[in-house]
C-alpha cells in the first residue's frame, strides 16, 4: 500500500510539475537567443576550436583581445521587443568554457579580458528593468578546464598532457558555477543545459531549483528536466505530448557570428514557427552578435522581418489551444481560443481557396490576421468534393502577396464547441508528436 500511495504522489508530483512549466510557458512564447562569446572573433563558428583543431593556448590568446566596446543590452532588448519576443536565452558559457560573467572559479572570463565588465550583470539588470525574462544557457562539454573531459559524451576535445580529466572534480566546479549563475543575477526565467553529458545527477538541478523557485530547466542536463528541446527541426505530429521549446538561428551554418552565413528564408523560419506553435511549444530564434557586442545589421533586419509577421498574428499562438489534431488534416494547422477558431496555412497553400470540411457552419466573422483584411467564405458544394455536403468555403485568399510567410486566418463562430462535438469520429484522432 506504501509503494502505490508513493507512486501515486510521484504522478502527482509531475503533473503538478508539467502545469507549472505550461504556465510559464504560456506566459511567454517566443524569445531570442544569444550565441556569444570569443568565437565572434574569427567570426566562422562557435565550435571553431574543434572543428579547426585549434589548440588551447592558440584559443585561449582571443581572450586577450575580446572587448566589446559597443555593446548596449537594451539595444538587444529592444530589437527582441521589436519582434513581440518576451525572453532572452544568454549563452553564459560555450563548449570552450569561455565565462561572460564575473566567476570565482576560472579566469577565463569576460573580466580577464580588455573589456573587464560584467556582461551577464549587465544583461540581468537590464532585463529585469525592462520586463524582459532572463535565461540562461550552459555547456555541459568545457574545452579549457582540465577535469572537464567526459568520454561519456559528444562534442568533446581530446585532453592534453597537463588535463587532469575527472568528472567528479569537474561536476563540483559546475555546481559551484550554477550556484553563482542562480544566485547573482536576479530572477531566471529557464535554465538551458546543452550536450547531454550521459551521466545522472539530480543534485544539479536541485541546486537550481533550491535557489530559483519556479525556474523551468531543459533535458539536456544531468536528468530529464522539465521541456524537451528540438534543435533545427520540426518534429511530426499536430500537438506536442510535453512541454517544449524548440530552437533554430537565422542562419544555417553558424549559431555564433559567422562573416559569410548562409542565411534562412523569411518563409522557411515563419513557418517553423508557426509549426511549433501551433502544436503549443515555444520557440527561441537565434543571432549571433559580432565581436564588438553590437548584432549585425542582416540579423536584425531579419528578426525585425519575422518580428512583423508574428506581432500581426500572435493571437492565434499566445492565447490559444492546439487543436490540429481534431482535424487530421496534413495541409493546415489550427488552435482556437473560446469560440474564435485559427486557421494557420501551414506548409504554403496550393491555391487561394480553402475547404474546410467537416464545417458547414458559416463564422460570424473571418479576418487575416496578417493584414486585417476580411476574408471570403460562404458554405456550399465545390467541384473537387463530388456528392459530399456543403462545406466552408474560404476564397480569394492572397496566397501570392504573403509568399514569405505564413498566413494566419481567424474564424468566429456562435459555438465552436457544438461544431467540434458534430465532427464525431473526425475528432477523435489521437494527438501525437
Known sequence: M???????????????????????FGERRFGMFIHWGLYAIPAWH??????????????QALQAQFDPQRF??????????QAGMTYICFTVKHHDGFCLWDTQY???KITQTPYGRDTLAMLAEACERRGMGLSLYYSNPDWHHPNGYNPLSTHQVPPVPEDEPDMDRYIAFVKNQIAELCTNYGKIFSFFWDIPPRIYDPSLNAIIRRLQPGI???????????????????????????????????????WGYRMNEDYYSQQFLTQSIAKIMA????????????????????GARMIREVGLWYQSVKEAYEDAEPISAVFGRKDLMFTRNGNALYVHLVPTPES?????????????????LNNGTEVKAVVEKMPTLANEKDYLHLSDIPVNE??????????VFDDLDGIMDSMGSRGQVEDRL
Open 2 to 24: 506504501q509503494f502505490i500511495i508513493c507512486r501515486r504522489y510521484e504522478r502527482m508530483e509531475r503533473q503538478a510539475q508539467a502545469n507549472d512549466v505550461n504556465q510559464g
Open 46 to 59: 562557435e565550435q571553431i576550436q574543434m572543428r579547426q583543431g585549434m589548440d588551447k593556448p592558440q584559443y
Open 72 to 81: 548596449d543590452p537594451d539595444e538587444w532588448i529592444d530589437l527582441a521587443e
Open 106 to 108: 576560472t579566469d577565463f
Open 216 to 254: 523551468l530547466i531543459n533535458d539536456r542536463g544531468f536528468d530529464e528536466g522539465d521541456y524537451s528541446t528540438p534543435e533545427r527541426h520540426v518534429p511530426e505530429g499536430w500537438k506536442f505530448d510535453k512541454p517544449t521549446e524548440a530552437v533554430q538561428s537565422i542562419g544555417r551554418q553558424s
Open 279 to 298: 502544436m503549443g511549444g515555444n520557440y527561441v530564434l537565434n543571432v549571433g552578435p559580432k565581436a564588438d557586442g553590437t548584432i549585425p545589421d542582416i
Open 352 to 368: 487561394s481557396g480553402i475547404i474546410l470540411n467537416p464545417v458547414s457552419v458559416m463564422p460570424q466573422s473571418t479576418l487575416l
Open 402 to 411: 504573403f509568399v514569405s510567410q505564413v498566413m494566419v486566418i481567424k474564424l
